[in-house]
């Protein structure tokens, strides 16, 4: 029962370097979300999918990109990594859309570190 | 602009007490909300949730109490147990699929 499953678990990276971050998801769950958690701020919506090839900016896409080639996957894409982004990151899953009340699973987050 | 607020920073309960965590939202379009709560390096887990038509949600010692009128949603926990202190996300759904977070609240549960 792997869930949400997020890799890398943390990751140092220089400004200007690019990075993927992996998620994916055995649910076979349509809605697909990526949140970051700066200390204090919460959790902000960079992206979110709502089915394989569909993706929608959230809060605070600058800086990222997504795809949804899969149902399974959807990976985030950093290309010109700041320090700006240095930050906990959060992929998230739910069936049909929480209104429907199937809740959003999460997985357990990549810290990644921009020096 | 925050659209979901969550005006406590921390809450101190003593254990077997009531604890009450509050939310604000300003957007009148949001349909659904949620609580998550979150341990320190492990991902938020969905704790209970309220459609729009509701005012009253309880899944065992969790309820959500939601006002309409005032754009306020709490969730009450009795009684509160050692392993309840974590931090607590309320968040809010609305047509376009966004779940938008509040900042969160850190409940500790005083011995």
């Known amino acids: 029962n792997a869930g949400v499953t997020q890799t890398p678990k943390f990751r140092i990276l220089k400004i200007g370097q690019s990075m993927t971050l992996q998620c994916a998801q055995d649910?076979?769950?349509?809605?697909m979300y990526w949140y970051r958690q700066d200390p204090g701020m919460g959790l902000k919506l960079i992206y979110y999918?709502?089915?394989?090839?569909?993706?929608d900016k959230g809060e605070v896409p600058n800086g990222y990109n997504v795809s949804r080639s899969t149902t399974e996957d959807f990976p985030l894409r950093l290309e010109l990594a700041a320090p700006s982004q240095t930050s906990v990151y959060f992929c998230?899953?739910?069936?049909?859309?929480?209104?429907?009340?199937?809740?959003?699973?999460f997985g357990q987050g990549t810290r990644l570190t921009v020096v | 602009d925050q659209q979901v607020k969550q005006n406590s920073p921390s809450l101190s309960v003593q254990e077997g007490r009531i604890s009450i965590l509050n939310c604000d939202y300003t957007?009148?379009?949001?349909?659904?909300f949620l609580w998550y709560k979150k341990y320190p390096a492990e991902g938020p887990t969905f704790l209970i949730s309220?459609?729009?038509?509701?005012d009253k949600n309880e899944d065992g010692r969790f309820t959500v109490f939601l006002n309409k009128s005032a754009k306020h949603l709490s969730l009450h926990i009795v009684p509160s147990q050692p392993g309840d202190s974590a931090v607590y996300f309320c968040?809010?759904?609305?047509?376009?699929?966004?779940?938008?977070f509040g900042k969160g609240t850190r409940l500790h549960i005083l011995p």
């Open positions: 968040a809010a759904v609305g047509r376009d699929d966004k779940i938008i």
């Open positions: 998230a899953s739910s069936r049909q859309g929480v209104e429907l009340g199937t809740e959003a699973f």
């Open positions: 649910m076979n769950h349509n809605y």
């Open positions: 999918s709502v089915g394989a090839g569909i993706t």
């Open positions: 957007n009148s379009m949001f349909d659904y």
């Open positions: 309220i459609s729009s038509i509701k």
